[in-house]
């Protein structure tokens, strides 16, 4: 079935909640669990959006907390549409900070989150090209081939390394490292 390319303003979602005291942790700042929630939620809804169907979360890229999230924040995150391949689609999210009292704004973190379009069997179903307006559009759509490509690499070196990792000739690498070795380790 031939289906129609939809821009990437079709889909784009902003989810915005203020931050409320039981969301703190014991620090007093926002829970991480919490933005992620958030992320997975906007996430959804936008890839849903550009999709038609019900879409499933399949991975999280870039989820960087460097810049704590306040009580009384209003936090608000941005979604768009920024790869589709058959089934699966990368909705780029950048996550905004606002102090509701002083307006000042903080950009927190940008995360990518992949999600596969599911038919009502529950299987993986075609999902609608993007169509591409302008440059930035198609930046972010080499940038998500990009990411994807270095995971794949990453993903395989780290299990080829993880295979060939001789522990007991590799003890001595934790000499330097903050732990103790409470075991017989032949070093
Ligand atoms: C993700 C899922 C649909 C893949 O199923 P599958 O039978 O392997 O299907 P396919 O091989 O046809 O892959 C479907 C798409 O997912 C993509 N995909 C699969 N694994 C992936 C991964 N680890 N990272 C990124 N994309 C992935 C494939 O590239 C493919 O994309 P494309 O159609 O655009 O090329 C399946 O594993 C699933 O349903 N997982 C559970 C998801 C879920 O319930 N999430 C909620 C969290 S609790």
Known sequence: M???????SFSQTTLTELMIPSYANFGGKIHGGILLSLIDKVAYA????????????????GVDFLQPVEVG???SLHASVNYVGRTSLVVGIRV???????????HTNTSYVTMVAKDDDNK???????????EGDARRFLEAI???????????????????LDVP???DKLARERCVIGFDGDV
């Open 2 to 8: 031939h289906m129609e390319p939809r821009p990437v």
């Open 146 to 164: 990009k990411r994807r490509e270095l995971r794949e690499q990453y993903r395989d070196a780290f299990d080829n390394a993880k295979t060939r």
């Open 96 to 106: 905004i900070a606002e102090n509701v009292r002083n307006r000042t704004v903080r």
């Open 46 to 61: 936008c890839a849903s959006r550009h999709a038609g169907t019900y879409c499933v979360t399949v991975s999280v890229d």
């Open 73 to 75: 924040d209003l936090v």
């Open 124 to 134: 993986p179903t075609a999902v609608p090209e993007l169509l591409l307006e302008n």
């Open 169 to 171: 000739h590799n003890l």
